[in-house]
Every structure is written in C-alpha cells, then in structure tokens.
C-alpha cells in the first residue's frame, strides 16, 4: 500500500472521530468503541488485504455483545472483545434504507475520500447510531 493510501485511510479515520465520539466512542486505532455497563459495541474499520498498491480497499463491521455473555464464555466482561469474537456482527450497510448487500469502499484520491465520509457519515447519524445507542 503506498503512503498516499495510506494517508487517505488515516484522513477516513480522523474525519470519523468527531462524529463517533459526539455519539459516546472512543477511538483505539481502527476501531471505535462504545461501552456501558451492560454491553460492548465496535465499529472496526477493516483493510482489505486485496487492495491495489495505489488504494486502499475497505469495509465497516459493526459488532455487539453484552458482557454477561463473555462471562459466560469465560472472557473477562471488563477487557473489550474483538470485534470477531462479538456475538453480534455486521456491516454497516446493512442498517441502511435499502439492508443492502456487503459493500466496500476504494480511496484512491481525494474525491473519493470525501465521497466516502459524506456517505458513510450520512448512514451512521441517520441508521446506525439511532440502533446502537439503544
């Protein structure tokens, strides 16, 4: 991956914080995390390995588990699972008007960047932050 992919990707990133920590998450590398009392939830920004040397590929999981469970399953309720060991998984298109198939997104340059933060900024304030707060 080149430095100017992965400078878009970090940009993503940045660009997300505000909105997600407006929202009660905190940032920890790719990830960003929200917990309460009784459950974890993980918005996990993932690479593509399959990326062209010049873009960077990617997908949004959203995942969710409640801390009973993980004592159930003998994981300590206070340490954050990984977003793969969470009972509860998705991509964040699928909380959208239209339940849409598995999606990624390519950053190759600067307009696609900002189409990609208009976008998903859109699905998370209108579709997906209204279903995880509760």
């Known amino acids: 991956m080149s430095a100017k992919a992965r400078e878009l990707f970090k940009t993503l990133l940045k660009d997300h914080r505000p909105l997600f920590k407006e929202h009660g998450f905190r940032a920890r590398g790719q ?3 929200l917990e309460s009392p009784e459950c ?3 918005f996990n920004f993932q690479k593509s390995r399959w990326s062209a040397p010049d873009e960077t590929t990617f997908y949004v999981n959203v995942a969710a588990c409640t801390k009973r469970w993980l004592g ?3 994981h300590p309720a206070e340490k954050l699972p990984p977003c793969y060991g969470c009972d509860w998984q998705w991509r964040v298109e699928q909380f959208g008007p239209d339940n849409e198939k598995v999606k ?3 950053l190759t340059n600067e307009q696609s960047l900002r189409k990609t933060i208009a976008y998903l900024q859109t699905l998370l304030q209108e579709f997906v932050f209204p279903v ?3």
């Open 132 to 134: 995880t707060s509760t």
């Open 104 to 106: 990624q997104w390519t």
């Open 40 to 42: 974890w939830v993980i």
């Open 72 to 74: 159930f399953y003998c």
């Open 31 to 33: 990830n960003f995390i």
